[in-house]
């Protein structure tokens, strides 16, 4: 979902800059932008609502193994109070008052995410001693049927420390276009590929 879910937002921002002229034209949106994406068939661009093959054939879904470790959950409500008093002069100059919520980390607004993973990176020390591995969120697109609908950010310190990733590819597998996982994320996004 969060790798589809801009080309949704993009399509339909499209749509909505059509209102002024499906208005003009006396006519309902919908009916515009069916006219529209048929003048793109004839024209022989790329369909409106689908993503090119080199799309799928571009990238591949890996399961990955992790060095044992804690995540950092930045939806729990300890870790969101906790961010707040820490924070709270850096999320003021972000335009955040009054505390962190779900809306923020969930947000459009990247800029806030950045912040609260830069800060735990370079100052959390867990209550074993270890740093922790990164940090995990809901996503703000929630959560599929048997999914979990959670993003992570691992952070890659042996890189920085020019060592070699404690990190294994377990399975890498191609996208296939009858994925069911695709195929579900494509139906919520209402979107296809080829």
């Known amino acids: 979902?969060?790798?589809?879910?801009?080309?949704?937002?993009?399509i339909n921002g499209a749509r909505r800059a059509l209102q002024k002229d499906a208005d003009a034209m006396g006519i309902p949106l919908e009916q515009y932008w069916a006219m529209v994406v048929d003048d793109w068939d004839q024209a022989g661009t790329m369909r409106a609502r689908w993503l090119p093959k080199a799309w799928r054939e571009g990238r591949s879904l890996y399961r990955l193994?992790?060095?044992?470790g804690w995540w950092v959950d930045i939806t729990s409500t300890s870790t969101l109070t906790a961010l707040s008093h820490h924070l709270e002069d850096e999320l003021a100059d972000l335009g955040i008052t009054g505390g962190l919520t779900i809306a923020h980390i969930t947000g459009d607004t990247r800029a806030v995410t950045t912040l609260i993973a830069?800060?735990?990176r370079s100052t959390a020390t867990l209550f074993d001693g270890t740093q922790p591995l990164g940090i995990r969120f809901t996503s703000k697109h929630g959560h599929p049927t048997n999914g979990t609908g959670t993003c992570w950010a691992y952070w890659m310190r042996a890189t920085d420390a020019g060592l070699d990733e404690p990190v294994t590819i377990l399975?890498?597998?191609a996208i296939v276009e009858s994925d069911v996982d695709l195929k579900m994320a494509q139906e919520i996004c209402k979107i296809q590929t080829r």
């Open 65 to 68: 193994g992790y060095p044992a």
């Open 118 to 120: 830069q800060w735990l």
């Open 1 to 10: 979902m969060e790798l589809l879910a801009p080309y949704r937002t993009e």
């Open 171 to 173: 399975e890498e597998e």
